[in-house]
């Protein structure tokens, strides 16, 4: 299946989730056309920014459910939505073996790599990242690549806060990992942080 993670900022997000969401509308529709929505990624810093999470077997699909009259109408309700939905990406997804546990906040973490395979076989084999990981309290549960781009991926982490997952990032270990210019093109940043609200 293909993930699409879409950013869409809105005037009221307890009436954008009533309308859209809690009612079953928007899900029902694009339902149609093959499209599941999973969850709604609440930015923490601004309760009126959301990133909707769906899956689909073909970009096709989601490009039909855009397109339905019905979800155009949606969107654009100036009641509920304060600008056009940005799309962020389309991915696949992979969940991670220790991704058990309690989720706190959700961090998306920008990753921009010289070769995303030889990045995956150290990050999925890394004892170091474990040991990280048990220190601050903070867990790589999920990866998503592009498939826009195959050398760019969000890494999704669950942690406590974001002061862990800013001293686990400002480890001289994570460091020394993240300005190795044979692996990242840039250092890794995080983009975001989120409650994870499952639909």
Same mark, same amino acid.
């Given at each position: 299946m293909i993930q699409r993670n879409t950013s869409v900022k809105l005037v009221d997000f307890d009436k954008w989730y009533q309308k859209g969401w809690a009612s079953g509308l928007a899900k029902s529709i694009v339902a149609e056309y093959g499209v599941t929505p999973i969850r709604i990624l609440r930015n923490d810093e601004n309760l009126n920014h959301v990133i909707?999470?769906?899956i689909a077997p073909t970009i096709e699909a989601f490009n039909s459910a855009r397109s339905d009259s019905r979800i155009v109408e949606l969107i654009n309700d100036p009641e509920t939505t304060a @600008? /056009?939905?940005?799309?962020?990406? =389309?991915? %696949? $997804? %992979?969940?991670? /073996? +220790? +991704?058990?546990? /309690?989720?706190? &906040?959700? &961090?998306?973490? @920008?990753?921009?790599?010289?070769?995303?395979?030889?990045? &995956?076989?150290? =990050?999925?084999?890394?004892?170091?990242?474990?040991?990280? @990981?048990?220190?601050?309290? $903070? #867990?790589?549960? #999920?990866?998503? #690549?592009s498939l826009e781009n195959p050398n760019e991926a969000e890494v999704v982490f669950t942690g406590p806060s974001q002061q862990a997952m800013?001293?686990? +990032? +400002?480890?001289? #270990?994570v460091q020394a990992r993240f300005n190795d210019q044979s692996i990242f093109i840039r250092p890794p940043k995080i983009t975001g942080r989120y409650k994870a609200i499952n639909i």
């Open positions: 909707l999470v769906s @600008e /056009p939905p940005e799309h962020l990406g =389309f991915y %696949t $997804a %992979t969940d991670l /073996p +220790n +991704n058990d546990g /309690p989720d706190t &906040f959700g &961090f998306h973490i @920008e990753h921009k790599l010289v070769d995303y395979d030889t990045w &995956f076989k150290i =990050f999925s084999e890394g004892s170091t990242r474990l040991e990280l @990981e048990k220190k601050y309290g $903070a #867990r790589a549960i #999920r990866i998503l #690549r800013d001293d686990m +990032n +400002n480890d001289e #270990r």
